[in-house]
């Protein structure tokens, strides 16, 4: 609440370090430090109100949830239960339809592919290139669906893809291809 409501910065200084043991995060350089620097387009990207709602009841539902579960069972105890919860906030931010709610119509589900549909013209004409990422295959499937439907070129990556090496090389020879969609959970390379 105090983030919510107040802004309160110290609030969200306790609540990152009390999440930090339940996040996993590499930087670039622990990676690949060939990468070029990642850039960044300033975009700021409102929710329609359903999702916005749907975030705040699942904010208020698991904060309740989880203070009666570390009540009863300790904090150590409720941790998949955090983890739940902060899942499901990240799908809400991605698409309400990734929770599998009954009603949730494409239209104000996401503003992530509202915001696709008005990029995808200007990266084509500026003759730009983009990878997507997702750890939601789901996410990823809506993606498809969109450019499909727009009838735009991309490549596209998972974990069930069998020749990635032949994705990733249309992709970085091809410039008709202007989109590649790739799950980014880690996957065993495949045995030659």
């Given at each position: ?57 699942i904010v208020e539902a698991s904060r309740k949830q989880i203070l009666e579960s570390t009540g009863e069972q300790g904090a150590a105890k409720s941790r998949l239960m955090v983890l739940t919860a902060l899942l499901r906030l990240r799908q809400v931010c991605c698409d309400l339809r990734l929770l599998n709610l009954e009603g949730a119509m494409p239209a104000n589900s996401s503003g992530k ?80």
């Amino acid at each position: 609440m105090p983030i919510a409501r107040d802004k309160g910065f110290a609030a969200q200084v306790r609540l990152a370090r009390r999440l930090r043991p339940f996040m996993l995060r590499r930087l670039k350089k622990e990676v690949a430090a060939d990468l070029p620097a990642k850039t960044r387009p300033g975009i700021v990207l409102r929710a329609h109100s359903g999702p916005a709602n749907v975030y705040q009841q699942i904010v208020e539902a698991s904060r309740k949830q989880i203070l009666e579960s570390t009540g009863e069972q300790g904090a150590a105890k409720s941790r998949l239960m955090v983890l739940t919860a902060l899942l499901r906030l990240r799908q809400v931010c991605c698409d309400l339809r990734l929770l599998n709610l009954e009603g949730a119509m494409p239209a104000n589900s996401s503003g992530k592919l509202d915001l696709l549909g008005e990029l995808v013209q200007e990266v084509i004409d500026g003759g730009h290139r983009v990878l997507v990422f997702s750890q939601f295959v789901s996410m990823l499937t809506l993606l498809k669906e969109r450019l499909t439907q727009e009838e735009i070129d991309f490549c596209y990556l998972d974990g069930s893809t069998v020749d990635r090496g032949a994705v990733v090389q249309q992709f970085q020879t091809d410039p008709a291809i202007p989109f590649s969609l790739s799950a980014s959970k880690r996957v065993a390379p495949a045995s030659t």
